[in-house]
């Protein structure tokens, strides 16, 4: 226990100096579906975006079977998989992995299984890799009053933090999003840090858990697709927040807002401003945060602009 003690004891100091200074963030290239993969029962098929996967990256799943499917279940290392059914393709179901950006590397069994309408059952099994992923580290040496949060600080940030965790924990069991998922900067493309390590005076912290995206203070944030703002306050690291639920276990979140213009239950549509860029919270700069949680896993939340960039509009929840 005091190891582990004190391991949380070094990362809360390592957060607390958190800068988001920028570093060049390596992406997977996400291409069209790729792989036939997996033992699936006669007549059903099952694919992947990627043959494998990597820390903190998303895979998307594909079910097609020989008649239409009135549920679908996947379970992936303990964790469930949320599916939903896209607009004209009743046979088909798509699902999202979250791989967290500090799963062990290795290989984990999905399993897929569902109904047909008029009662037939089908299931699938593939194993997916999971290799270690390629994540920036940045060494610094900085004064102890920057690394030394009061014990006050320490205990709101982990109330924070259980917050948070309950927050990511519930599953909304709608899909509350509606087509493409977007980048929440107009004119913005890319960002940086996403899994950083930083190693402050020696100690290593906990990784940078979303990515930067550059901004002005005042630009206007846009949510990234449609769902329901489940947090809009202030925080200790992550200065102002939102955090909005679009469903089946996918939350994005936006840190360090100069000002934040949302609440708490607002039903938001793709695109909607919910608060502008700024530099609250344990920062040295403007610019935005922009987190994706699925299921749990924080992944780098460009992979879903990607992944679901081509997904049908109007669809069937
Ligand atoms: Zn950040």
Known sequence: ?????????????MSFALMCMAATAVLL?????AKDTGACTPGTTLRLSAPESSQGSLLLIEVKSAKPLVEVQGDWDRR?????????????????????LEKEPGEYELK???????GGKISCMARVTVRKGRFATEKLQVGKQFVEP???QIKRADEE??????????????????????????????????????????????PHGGMDLPGATGTPV?????????LAEELFFAGNTVVVDHGLGIYTLYGHLSEIDAKVGDALEAGTVLGKVGATGRVTGPHLHWGLTVERARVNPLQLVTLLGNSSGNAAR
Do not use: C, Y
Request: no cysteine; aromatic share 6%.
């Open 161 to 206: 933090r259980q917050k948070l965790r309950d927050i990511f924990d519930h599953v909304t069991p709608e899909r509350l999003w509606d087509g493409k998922f977007r980048i929440p900067l107009d004119g913005v493309t890319t960002g940086s840090n996403f899994g950083r390590r930083r190693i402050l005076n020696g100690n290593p912290g906990s």
């Open 112 to 118: 897929v299984t569902g109904e047909m309408a008029g």
């Open 222 to 230: 846009h949510a990234a697709q449609r769902g329901r703002v489940v």
């Open 80 to 100: 469930s998989v949320p599916f939903w059914r896209e607009v004209a393709s009743e046979a088909q179901r798509k699902g999202l992995v979250g791989v967290d």
């Open 29 to 33: 290239p996400a291409g069209a579906m």
């Open 1 to 13: 226990m005091k190891s582990q003690d004190g391991a949380a004891a070094r990362r809360r100091q």
């Open 150 to 152: 009061s014990p006050e």
